[in-house]
């Protein structure tokens, strides 16, 4: 009933920029915080910076800090993820991550992306 949708990954030379998206679809009644997380090969999946609905608040990891700029437009359930200066250790898998309440359930409930794959070469 619901579906978060990544887009914009792609092959980038380090040094460059790219700008993550991940929209937000279906019986959706309020969209709490969104958060992107990575997972490079072999390694766990970790929080690369996350976005509150009350206050625009905001975190991000301390690798990603400075570089990274997470925003949301509430209007469009869509978050973005604006990665600049981007390194060969940022490449990975981007998931985005969403909690979520519906219509048909007020409580909020964590939705996952299915994933975009980001690659910096050297």
């Known amino acids: 009933q619901v579906q978060l949708v990544e887009s914009g990954g792609g092959l980038v030379q380090a040094g460059g920029s790219l700008r993550l998206s991940c929209a937000a679809s279906?019986?959706?009644?309020?969209?709490?915080?969104m958060t992107w997380y990575r997972q490079a090969p072999g390694k766990q999946r970790d929080m690369v910076a996350s976005?509150?609905?009350?206050?625009?608040?905001?975190n991000y990891a301390s690798s990603v800090k400075g570089r990274f700029t997470i925003s949301r437009d509430n209007g469009k359930n869509t978050v973005y993820l604006q990665m600049n200066s981007l390194e060969p250790e940022d490449t990975a898998v981007y998931y985005c991550?969403?909690?979520?309440?519906?219509?048909?359930?007020?409580?909020?409930?964590?939705?996952w992306g299915q994933g975009t794959q980001v690659t910096v070469s050297t």
């Open positions: 279906g019986n959706i009644f309020s969209i709490n915080s």
């Open positions: 991550y969403a909690l979520i309440a519906t219509v048909d359930s007020r409580g909020y409930r964590g939705y």
């Open positions: 976005i509150f609905a009350t206050g625009g608040r905001t």
